[in-house]
């Protein structure tokens, strides 16, 4: 019998059988706009250090990850002991609420915040509060409300998880109205700003939360190579924090959390600053025209600082979601997050998204 903390989880969905679907659509015809993948893939200079540390698979990897830790803290101008790093930045949003959450301890989150949050709290037995979003109709639907969240917080909390940019809404706040925020925030209740998609925000009002960092011992940062990086399948994230609060966090983490090929590939991946502009650049430029290419269709698309779009298909979710599967292209529906009339269309590259538009035009004119 599960403990009573995970009695009522319920397991990952990943939305769609991806590998059934890779199958039909064999010799890459399935386009792949579910997940928020990085369509560029690694920097080459990644995929040869990649290559390389295969040599070295017999060996365990720095179980202190060093190198690729100097490399970050040069990055972010901060020491290599604010740093820890994690399979992914999904192990380290669940480690922050081991380590610092448990039973008789509020968390607290907004609503349409990433999944991951409600049950990294929920399985440590804390008691979730969540925040509800602003408005559909807001400047930023469905985003998070700082006033709401700064609301929600107890004597209790002890830890408040924000994404910014947030998935599923590809919304984000301004830098002042979360430095005044934090501001507000007692010492004892440690904020963690998820920036996963923080390399794809370009908008004038959006800051990383990192420059905060000096001022403030109860900020946690993390961040992913995921995304900008398209490090998604070797597992790669970070956090950054007072070296305080990351030495409380290291006393959780498992010895070789992150392999050595994912070392030497992420440490590469940060050499390459071309690539990360170029991609980027072509990440927020297909992005632009994507939700301008829906909303000339009537679909309604939040603004995004992510690579990916929320667009509100009403009641047409499941028939498109179907179609699109069809015709050999994933989304994912949102029904999941409490969005029943949304889905999430990762912004793919040129000819994806060409593929993606071919596909609703061809619905829309099957149902006249
Ligand atoms: N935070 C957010 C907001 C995300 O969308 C994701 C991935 N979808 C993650 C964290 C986790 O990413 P990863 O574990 O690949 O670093």
């Not at 192990?91 to 990433?114: H, I, K, N, P, R």
């Not at 409300?145 to 917080?153: E, G, H, N, P, Q």
């Not at 050499?271 to 990360?276: S, Y």
Request: contains cysteine; charged residues 20%.
């Amino acid at each position: 019998m599960a403990a009573p903390a995970v009695r009522y989880l319920q397991p990952y969905d990943p939305g769609h059988d991806l590998v059934a679907l890779r199958r039909r659509f064999a010799a890459g015809g399935l386009v792949e706009l579910g997940s928020n993948e990085n369509p560029y893939g690694p920097a080459p200079r990644a995929l040869a250090a990649a290559a390389t540390a295969l040599a070295e698979l017999h060996r365990y990897p720095d179980p202190l990850g060093g190198d690729l830790k100097r490399a970050l803290a040069t990055k972010h101008g901060v020491d290599a002991s604010q740093i820890i790093l994690g399979n992914g930045s999904h192990e380290l949003l669940m480690q922050l609420a081991q380590t610092f959450a448990g039973s008789g301890v509020d968390v607290v989150m907004s609503q349409f915040g990433f999944a991951v949050y409600a049950i990294a709290a929920r399985a440590v037995g804390a008691n979730l509060r969540v925040a509800p979003a602003l408005p559909p109709e807001a400047r930023m639907p469905r985003g998070h409300d700082l006033d709401a969240i700064a609301a929600a917080i107890t004597p209790a909390t002890r830890l408040v998880y924000l994404a910014n940019p947030n998935n599923p809404t590809g919304t984000w706040f301004a830098a002042d109205a979360f430095a005044a925020f934090l501001a507000r925030m007692p010492g004892d209740t440690l904020v963690v700003v998820d920036e996963a998609y923080a390399e794809t925000a370009d908008a004038p009002d959006f800051a990383s939360a990192l420059s905060l960092l000096p001022a403030h011992r109860n900020l946690v940062v993390t961040r992913t190579f995921s995304k900008a990086y398209a490090l998604a399948g070797l597992r790669v994230g970070y956090a950054i924090a007072h070296a305080d609060v990351i030495g409380v966090l290291e006393r959780l983490r498992e010895s070789f959390n992150v392999n050595g090929v994912a070392l030497a590939a992420a440490e590469a991946a940060l050499g390459d600053d071309d690539w990360l502009r170029e991609t980027l650049a072509a990440n927020a430029a297909q992005r632009d025209t994507l939700a301008a290419a829906l909303r000339e269709r009537g679909w309604p698309v939040s603004p995004s600082q992510t690579n990916f779009l929320l667009v509100e298909f009403g009641e047409h979710v499941a028939r498109v979601d179907q179609a699109l599967l069809e015709r050999g292209v994933v989304l994912r529906p949102m029904g999941g997050y409490g969005l029943p009339r949304c889905s999430r269309i990762s912004v793919g590259n040129a000819a994806q998204n060409r593929a993606l538009l071919a596909a609703l035009d061809e619905l829309a004119s099957d149902s006249v």
